[in-house]
């Protein structure tokens, strides 16, 4: 058990993000027509301007670690989280975040991942599947004029799921990424998938098969929003969509179900349709089911105790890693690889988001004191790092707690007022 956070570094940490989430909130600029939010914020003495480098060859996320776009996922989990501010500005920011993804939405169902007031960043990739769980937030926190506004973006929101549908799903009806850069997990072991090492034995190595892997993290996340979506459909009279996907909800629990758990291991682990074997690693993603609360009572319970809470794999000194540390290639460099580019580490780093979605899914089926137990590793991560670096990171050494990559990173470290809430 970690020591306690006392009340007065709760209430330091807590005043940190009320003075500095309102600097990651921009105005409608450009091609986004509404309030949108970048995963840097502005510091005293070091600001950063949203959307500077749309015109750049190499993007400051590349250089210093700052993010001037809006990210998929970033912006979905901060607005998640904005309300907890209590500040009356972030008041309804979810709703303006999906609107500016759902106002660039092709015809297909695309929608891009990364954008900003004048460029739309990593072409090809698709937004990942939260726009759904973050208008379900601000319906059920929201007054009626916001719900009225959200009822006007079911066949848009129908038009984007039915993309995954149509273009992701694959063999079991599971579904993959387009890569693992589209996952926001940049170098995941379990989408990369590691061959032999020589090459000269093995013509397939270097060709990642991250574009075909059935991952049990996007499954998730869809099934999720698919239930998510149809809750939507109930309320605004659309019995015909509402039946749909939750009979699309459904069908994809029970092939994650069948398909992605993994006994030896007692986790949810990727399908490579291509040799046809599960992707035996251990990293967080496979956690996903039970994150997404889709998991059987049985499956659930083993997860938390072998995994979540076993020190031998995820739990670490400063929370749970992002990669099990008694994986072979897990590390706690910066930064990662993925082919020749330069990315984001998730095989070892300690990340606030699952982190956060743990002590969720903890708090809910009566794990309460470790839900606090990891709560307070994390805030204690933050406090030192705002002590020592007087700025906060994206990851953090699971065993030190020394600030890695990008500093003045907000984003989802603003789920640590859920953490806040857990101690409190």
């Known amino acids: 058990m970690t020591e306690k956070v006392s009340k007065s570094e709760l209430t330091k940490l807590r005043a940190f993000f009320t003075e500095y989430a309102p600097t990651c909130v921009h105005k409608a600029e450009g091609m986004l027509k509404y309030r949108y939010t970048t995963p840097t914020y502005a510091a005293k003495g070091n600001a950063v301007k949203a959307g500077a480098d749309d015109q750049a ?40 975040v999906v609107a500016n993804f759902l106002s ?14 004048q460029r739309i960043w990593d072409q090809g990739d698709q937004c990942k599947p939260f726009l759904v769980q973050t208008l379900w937030q601000e319906f059920s926190q929201g007054d009626q004029a916001t719900n ?13 799921l039915k993309f995954f549908q149509r273009e992701r799903q694959k063999e079991f009806g599971l579904y993959h990424w387009r890569n ?10 379990a989408l990369i998938a590691p061959r032999e090492a020589a090459k000269d034995e ?19 996340y869809l099934a999720r929003e698919f239930l998510c979506f149809a809750a939507l459909c109930a309320h605004f009279k659309r019995p015909q969509l509402e039946a749909e996907y939750r009979a699309a909800a459904k069908a994809l629990t029970e092939a994650i179900e069948s398909k992605l758990w993994n006994e030896k291991l007692s986790l949810y682990c990727n399908y490579n349709p291509i040799d046809k074997n599960s992707v035996e690693l251990r990293s967080w993603t496979g ?28 739990l670490r000194a400063q929370g749970l890693a992002s990669h099990a540390i008694s994986e072979p290639l897990a590390n706690q460099q910066r930064r990662g690889l993925y082919g020749r580019a330069i990315v984001s580490n998730w095989q070892g780093p300690v990340w606030v988001l699952p982190n956060a979605l743990v002590v969720r899914i903890l708090n809910k089926y009566g794990y309460k004191e470790e839900a606090r137990d990891i709560s307070a590793r994390v805030v204690k991560t933050l406090l030192h790092s705002l002590s020592n670096y007087n700025t906060l990171f994206e990851n953090y050494d699971a065993d030190t707690g020394k600030g890695l990559w990008a500093p003045q990173f907000m984003s989802w470290n603003i789920l640590a007022l859920e953490l806040i809430e857990t101690l409190e």
């Not at 009225?148 to 984007?160: N, P, R, S, T, V």
């Open 180 to 189: 693992v850069l589209e996952s926001g997990v940049d170098d995941n072991l």
């Open 287 to 314: 956690l996903a089911p039970v994150l997404m609360d889709l998991a059987s009572e049985e499956h659930r319970e083993r997860v938390i105790h072998d995994n979540i809470l076993n020190t031998d794999h995820f």
């Open 104 to 117: 660039l939405k092709g015809a297909s169902g695309q929608i891009p991942r990364t954008i900003s007031p």
């Open 57 to 96: 060859a190499v993007p400051e996320r590349s250089l210093t670690g700052h993010y001037l776009q809006m990210y998929d996922w970033d912006a979905c989990f901060f607005a998640q989280a904005a309300h907890l501010t209590k500040l009356p500005e972030l008041k309804g920011l979810g709703l303006d």
């Open 202 to 220: 093995d013509e397939s190595v270097g060709k990642f098969p991250d574009g075909a892997i059935l991952a049990s993290d996007l499954s998730s």
């Open 148 to 160: 009225e506004k959200i009822g006007h973006y079911i066949d848009d929101l129908d038009c984007y």
